[in-house]
């Protein structure tokens, strides 16, 4: 198992997986990188999360009008 940024936006409603890394550190570091990336493309209300996971999908983004269908909260 290895370390990953998960991080959530409310505009567009997302939640994007960014990794693996090596440690938690490794995560918290590239983090910045990743959210002034996503800020660039007009993400807004971005919260982000560090933890060991296996994600089955590295972008989770429902179809307008399904953002039932998936959790984007922790």
């Known amino acids: 198992m290895f370390w990953w940024l998960k991080v959530i936006t409310n ?3 997302c939640i994007y997986y960014f990794g693996p890394f090596d440690s938690s550190r490794e995560a918290e570091i590239a983090q910045e990188g990743y959210i002034e990336d996503l800020k660039q493309e007009g993400a807004q209300e971005i919260k982000t999360e ?3 996971y296996n994600p089955k999908a590295l972008t989770i983004c429902p179809e307008e009008g399904e953002t039932d ?6």
């Open 11 to 13: 505009n567009p409603h």
């Open 50 to 52: 560090i933890k060991l």
């Open 69 to 74: 269908k998936i959790n984007l909260t922790y």
